[in-house]
């Protein structure tokens, strides 16, 4: 088992940025990436961004490229969603998750792929 807990989300103003944090515990010794994914209200959820534990290879969703910038603390098995030039359109609830497998394999932009889930964390950005 792998526990998820976000931190880091609050209410902010259109330009300003928020840094969000997700710290695993648990099993994580074989967590193959973790992944940022939202959910606003009335839409499904979308993918964020993801980042490989082994090597740091990042995935961005066309909306957030240029910027988010996704990265991770192995020592801390954290991972971090830095947020710039935030939108009112990025209001939503940010849920980490986390790819807990033998091999890397599967889509990096698909809920699918993810074994585990944090609660999630609110980001308001008023205009």
């Known amino acids: 088992q792998v526990q998820l807990v976000e931190s880091g989300g609050g209410l902010v103003q259109a330009g300003d940025s928020l840094r969000l944090a997700c710290a695993a515990s648990?099993?994580?010794?074989?967590?193959?990436?973790m992944a940022w994914f939202r959910q606003a209200p009335g839409k499904e959820r979308e993918f964020v961004a993801a980042?490989?534990?082994?090597?740091?290879?990042?995935y961005y969703a066309d909306s957030v490229k240029g910027r988010f910038t996704i990265s991770r603390d192995n020592a801390k098995n954290t991972v971090y969603l830095q947020m710039n030039s935030l939108k009112p359109d990025d209001t939503a609830v940010y849920c980490c998750?986390?790819?807990?497998?033998?091999?890397?394999?599967?889509?990096?932009?698909?809920?699918?792929?993810?074994?585990?889930w944090g609660q999630g964390t609110q980001v308001t950005v008023s205009s």
């Open positions: 998750a986390a790819d807990v497998a033998q091999f890397f394999a599967g889509n990096s932009y698909s809920a699918a792929t993810y074994d585990y």
């Open positions: 648990g099993r994580t010794f074989s967590t193959q990436r």
């Open positions: 980042i490989r534990w082994s090597g740091g290879t990042t």
